[in-house]
């Protein structure tokens, strides 16, 4: 039963321009991204039609393009998480309370340029919510990710231990200043290759710091370890001593090396 009927009165007429009214008021509608411009606006095509009454005929209408649309990310204190948005991503579209034209041209507090409210023009895209057929596959309901869409690749926040899952490369590049790890424990698993680019690399450890691996590589520097090694072991070769019957001779008599001694001269012999 309508209202008029309840209340015997005529409510057609306040019902009609309450209609009107709403009919122009634009709160929220999701979107799909039809371009961005690699800054911070995206053009947004409407997801939901309206009904449209034109002459006495009902049509569904597709709304507009929204062109010039700020987007919204997490962004606070100097830090900021971007993402690579692109056609096809889907969005909720909010529109303010009034024309956002002047704030959005140079910021601060400023007086509306229109008075128009809830408009089309003013709205704000808000990136990440998705219809059912994009849902997100294998959603970790127990930790943080940050995470591609298929899960390959993540890091993952996990009560007090941090994850890096990844079937390709882990980069670190340090431009400036030092990269330093300080842990009790650092394990590193990656199926293809892990790379650290640093001027400096700084690893503490108060309990251990194991390399498990056929072969290390040390590039320039291994010849200076090399020569260090040796250094030491000539050191020891050239002071140590032979017992013959109980006998113990002197040093050798000159320098060795570990590739002549079965042949070296000792003293006493």
Same mark, same amino acid.
């Given at each position: 039963?309508?209202?008029?009927?309840?209340?015997?009165?005529?409510?057609?007429?306040?019902?009609?321009?309450?209609?009107?009214?709403?009919?122009?008021?634009?709160? +929220?509608?999701?979107?799909?991204?039809?371009?961005?411009?690699?800054?911070?606006?995206?053009?947004?095509?409407?997801?939901?039609?309206?009904?449209?009454?034109?002459?006495?005929?009902?049509?569904?209408?597709?709304?507009?393009?929204?062109?010039?649309?700020?987007?919204?990310?997490?962004?606070?204190?100097? *830090?900021?998480?971007?993402?690579?948005?692109?056609?096809?991503?889907?969005?909720?579209?909010?529109? +303010?309370?009034?024309?956002?034209?002047?704030?959005?041209?140079?910021?601060?507090?400023?007086?509306?340029?229109?008075?128009?409210?809830?408009?089309?023009?003013?709205?704000?895209?808000?990136?990440?919510?998705?219809?059912?057929?994009?849902?997100?596959? /294998? *959603?970790?309901?127990?930790?943080?990710?940050?995470?591609?869409? /298929?899960?390959?690749?993540?890091?993952?926040?996990?009560?007090?231990?941090?994850?890096?899952?990844?079937?390709?490369?882990?980069?670190?590049?340090?431009?400036?200043?030092?990269?330093?790890?300080?842990?009790?424990?650092?394990?590193?698993?990656?199926?293809?290759?892990?790379?650290?680019?640093?001027?400096?690399?700084?690893?503490?450890?108060?309990?251990?710091?194991?390399?498990?691996?056929?072969?290390?590589?040390?590039? /320039?520097?291994?010849?200076?370890?090399?020569?260090?090694?040796?250094?030491?072991?000539?050191?020891?070769?050239?002071?140590?001593?032979?017992? *013959?019957?109980?006998? *113990?001779?002197?040093?050798?008599?000159?320098?060795?090396?570990?590739?002549?001694? +079965?042949?070296?001269?000792?003293?006493?012999?």
């Amino acid at each position: 039963m309508r209202i008029n009927e309840l209340i015997k009165t005529e409510t057609g007429p306040i019902e009609a321009a309450m209609s009107a009214l709403s009919s122009r008021m634009r709160v +929220a509608l999701p979107g799909i991204i039809q371009s961005f411009d690699g800054v911070n606006t995206v053009t947004v095509l409407c997801a939901i039609r309206e009904r449209i009454n034109i002459g006495g005929n009902l049509s569904w209408e597709t709304l507009p393009l929204l062109v010039d649309v700020p987007i919204i990310i997490p962004r606070a204190g100097g *830090y900021c998480l971007t993402l690579p948005i692109v056609k096809g991503d889907e969005c909720l579209v909010i529109f +303010a309370d009034m024309c956002i034209d002047a704030w959005y041209q140079s910021g601060d507090v400023q007086n509306q340029q229109d008075k128009r409210r809830h408009d089309l023009s003013d709205g704000f895209a808000i990136i990440g919510p998705w219809s059912k057929p994009k849902a997100i596959t /294998d *959603y970790s309901s127990d930790t943080a990710q940050l995470r591609n869409e /298929d899960g390959t690749a993540y890091i993952e926040l996990d009560g007090t231990t941090i994850n890096i899952q990844t079937p390709g490369d882990v980069n670190i590049n340090s431009t400036g200043g030092d990269t330093t790890v300080n842990c009790d424990k650092v394990t590193v698993n990656a199926s293809d290759e892990a790379d650290i680019t640093a001027p400096k690399v700084k690893v503490s450890a108060s309990d251990s710091c194991e390399v498990d691996c056929p072969q290390i590589a040390l590039s /320039d520097v291994w010849a200076n370890l090399r020569r260090l090694v040796d250094e030491r072991a000539f050191t020891v070769f050239n002071a140590h001593v032979h017992s *013959y019957g109980g006998n *113990y001779t002197g040093a050798p008599t000159s320098g060795m090396s570990p590739t002549n001694h +079965a042949t070296a001269k000792v003293r006493g012999l």
